[in-house]
């Protein structure tokens, strides 16, 4: 086909092939002749991320993905939606890349933190009321990453290898309830294979979501997830970012013209994206925009913190209360001990991409309990171990050859073209990275980028001086160079990116005043980066100190977990344990000290061998910036921990599912050696883990009283929609009877679980929240997932509905026996 025989349709859509491919880092292209304006998407899961990556930019730190995933409570989670929505329209955000609504299969993912639980359905439910909270702003949805994207090694050329039936019950279920329920704006191809084919150039996948699911919204490659413009059109991809395109955009039009691809996939990608900026109020008539869908609700600044206060608190799931030592009394204590380098460094989210400067004030846990506590209590403080990793300079209180507080970031031309400066500022960081252009030279050219830093030590000891970057990396101190790192491989640049991977060496600083300086000279490229880190040896064990101060104290709170940058991107882990120094601080505390309760401050299922040594455990997740203020409500009872964990807790690794199993040398990840996951690992494999999916305690306590009563439709009503086998079954519920046995009011979630005769395995069916005084009774009723009596039958390649006798168990955790009842179909 040639360009003189498409029709006159074909040929007015070419017109907006330019808006399929983006036009820089964060942006996609106009198209004046359409009418539609450039929009800016933004990664966002925890927070408004700056567009230049740049730590002056600030915006509200949210709870973690596992964290809103540990409040199983949908109404909250669409609140905190709204709130990160605002914050987007009011900086002209038209999309965030989130949420990600990808599987946790193993607590060793180093994503694992953006993702709200192990299960599909809890996933779903939870993902489409952020999404619904978000969009209801004007602001769309992202929804990543289809599929399969739970493994951060080799991210972008491993290749997932699942089944069809593993892929549409488990994987594929959070992305079709999402459409189903909340019909995400946009959709995100992952980096990985499945099956042997780029997710950004799958045909059959992208078949799933446009042709079966009904999904009208853009379709978008992940950042440099495309590698053929042939491939991905022809397979549905509708947006290739970042910009300037490579492979879509005007290569797009040029294939339709060439007859490589079909008139109508154009026009169908640029429909979607001219949807999008309808719905997000980036499309003009005449001149005039046309309104969003409007905000649903506005915030004030007051009423964010308590947002964020509300669901951190709602997040934290009592492991542990032995002898009901939570909630302390401040009257009953003259001395408390905090301990733990957690408490005063917290952290509140993973490294990635999307890391956020918090806004505004941030009290520190340990700040807060002191200030929850008040005057009459003494609060002692010991970290009791030192951070396992090199921090920022600026963390360590490193400043500019002027004295100005940070560090002192340049841009020069290539070595061999001068040594003029063009681009200087003191900066608050000491890591920076550029999507394109380079402040001072532009984008796609040469140059060199050099950090100053002075540190003042004040004693001469023995330090860790990292550096790295996109280019070669040189780091100096004091005139001396002490290492040159080699610029990476092209194919792990944009891992180096998200990791900052620095290459680090010991060096022995004096006291006073030392000079670093890191520079790196760097090829034309897509993005630049530059790091450097620093950290000194400790020149004692901090550890006596914090058990000194456990040892005289009447009671103990210990705040231990991740620190930034230990659950990152691209980056997996080998171990679920804490840091050693961790583990061997809490056993020593505890044992001088038996009212000890340890606060976890990590964002995915950990080990806790010192867990029967204490007498309280609180997991607190990453749960954003209100973490400290919502801690000290909790401990001292203001608040009472009410969460539920999202993904099952194991005794040992030996015990996560697939524990050991790797990519083969093709780079393939066989998902069979681990099916099923999660708490249905557990249950196939007849073994206990340590806590279980669901599992949770509170200030009160709870009891079902049965017998469990179902309820089920007449499914033989002619044209009932939801009876089908693509729609499940609709109607079929369980009721209990909830106690409060305790003297305290509290929440407990109910949960139904179910199988289908002859299956192993009990699957999450629905779940229910019931808050009730302290003695009272209530009747829950738990409405069955209609999809989740669908199971897809390979052979037929169709969903079915197993006829037949099923067994329904409402619990209080996956490993709860519960109240069993029994329904056919």
């Known amino acids: 086909m040639t360009a003189n025989a498409v029709t006159a349709n074909a040929v007015a859509t070419l017109a907006g092939a330019e808006l399929t491919g983006g036009l820089n880092g964060w942006s996609t292209a106009a198209s004046p002749e359409l009418g539609v304006g450039e929009m800016v998407l933004l990664d966002g899961p925890l927070g408004i991320v700056s567009p230049a990556m740049d730590e002056r930019d600030k915006s509200l730190v949210m709870p973690s993905g596992t964290a809103l995933g540990a409040t199983w409570d949908p109404e909250l989670v669409g609140q905190v939606g709204e709130l990160i929505g605002q914050q987007a329209s009011e900086r002209g955000v038209s999309a965030i890349l989130g949420p990600n609504l990808n599987l946790p299969r193993s607590p060793l993912t180093g994503r694992g933190f953006e993702m709200f639980s192990e299960d599909p359905f809890l996933t779903g439910v939870l993902g489409a009321a952020w999404i619904d909270g978000v969009q209801s702003q004007g602001v769309g949805s992202c929804t990543k990453h289809v599929v399969a994207n739970d493994t951060e090694t080799e991210r972008r050329r491993m290749n997932s290898r699942v089944d069809q039936a593993t892929l549409r019950e488990t994987y594929l279920r959070p992305f079709e309830d999402a459409v189903r329920s909340a019909n995400p704006w946009m959709l995100m191809m992952a980096y990985n294979r499945v099956n042997g084919t780029h997710c950004s150039q799958h045909s059959e996948l992208i078949g799933v979501l446009k042709d079966e699911w009904q999904y009208d919204g853009v379709v978008v490659s992940d950042w440099y997830g495309v590698d053929s413009t042939l491939d991905a059109a022809n397979a549905g991809l509708d947006l290739e970012m970042p910009g300037p395109a490579r492979f879509l955009g005007q290569q797009f039009a040029e294939a339709v013209q060439d007859g490589k691809v079909p008139a109508e996939r154009l026009g169908d990608a640029v429909e979607r994206i001219t949807r999008l900026a309808d719905r997000t109020g980036r499309r003009t008539a005449a001149g005039i925009d046309v309104a969003g869908s409007g905000a649903a609700r506005l915030r004030t600044p007051q009423q964010q913190r308590e947002l964020l206060r509300q669901a951190a608190a709602a997040s934290f ?147 860790t001086l990292g550096a790295g970057g996109t280019g070669t990396t040189s780091l100096t101190v004091d005139g001396v160079r002490l290492l040159e790192v080699s610029p990476p491989a092209p194919d792990d640049v944009m891992g180096v990116v998200a990791r900052a991977d620095t290459q680090q060496i010991a060096a022995d600083l004096a006291a006073g005043d030392v000079d670093l300086v890191i520079e790196m000279a760097f090829e034309p490229g897509r993005v630049q980066a530059i790091t450097a880190v620093a950290a000194p040896e400790q020149a004692a064990d901090p550890l006596a100190d914090a058990v000194a101060a456990a040892a005289r104290a009447d ?146 306590g709870f009891a079902l009283d049965g017998p469990a009563v179902p309820e089920v439709p007449a499914l033989d009503v002619p044209g009932r929609p939801a009876c089908s086998a693509e729609d499940g079954v609709g109607g079929v519920s369980v009721k209990v009877t909830v106690r409060n046995t305790g003297s305290s009011d509290g929440r407990d979630v109910v949960q139904l679980y179910g199988r289908a005769a002859g299956e192993a395995d009990f699957r999450l069916l629905g779940f229910t929240q019931v808050r009730l005084a302290a003695g009272a009774v209530a009747a829950a009723s738990l409405s069955a997932d209609p999809l989740g009596f669908r199971r897809w039958d390979a052979a037929a390649s169709a969903w079915t509905v197993p006829s037949g006798d099923w067994e329904l168990r409402a619990a209080r955790n996956a490993a709860d026996p519960g109240i069993l009842c029994r329904i056919t179909l």
């Open 317 to 463: 799931v009592l492991l542990e209360n032995r002898n009901s030592l939570l909630p302390l009394d401040p009257a009953g204590i003259k001395t408390l001990a905090v301990v733990g380098p957690n408490a005063s460094k917290p952290c509140f989210q993973g490294g990635t991409f999307a890391t956020v400067r918090p806004e505004g004030e941030v009290t520190t846990p340990l700040e807060a309990i002191r200030a929850a506590f008040g005057a009459g209590v003494e609060v002692l403080y010991e970290p009791g171990a030192a951070p396992s990793s090199a921090l920022p300079l600026t963390d360590l209180g490193s400043t500019a050859p002027d004295g100005t507080p940070g560090v002192l970031l340049e841009i020069l031309p290539p070595a061999g073209a001068g040594d003029e400066i063009l681009y200087s500022e003191v900066r608050e960081a000491s890591s920076f990275v550029w999507f394109g252009p380079v402040p001072g030279l532009g984008a796609g050219v040469p140059g060199r980028a050099r950090i100053t830093a002075r540190l003042s030590p004040q004693a001469p000891g023995r330090w």
């Open 555 to 700: 009671a103990v709170v210990v705040v231990v977990g991740d620190e930034q940058g230990s659950s990152r991107e691209s980056a997996d882990r080998t171990t679920a344990a804490l840091d050693p120094a961790v583990d061997r601080l809490v056993s020593a505390v505890a044992a001088v000290n038996p009212r000890t309760a340890v606060v976890v401050n990590a964002s995915r299922a950990v080990l806790l061998p010192w867990a029967e040594d204490v007498q309280a455990v609180l997991m607190a997740w990453f749960p954003g910036q209100e973490f400290g203020t919502a801690l000290a409500a909790v401990l001292t009872g203001q608040s009472a921990p009410s969460g539920r964990l999202p993904v099952s807790f194991p005794a040992r690794d030996e015990d996560i599912p697939g524990y050991g199993q790797g990519l083969d040398a093709d780079l393939t990840l066989d998902y069979a050696a681990s099916e099923p996951m999660g708490y249905r690992h557990f249950q196939a494999a007849g073994r206990e883990p340590r806590y279980a999916f669901g599992y949770g305690l509170g200030y009160t």
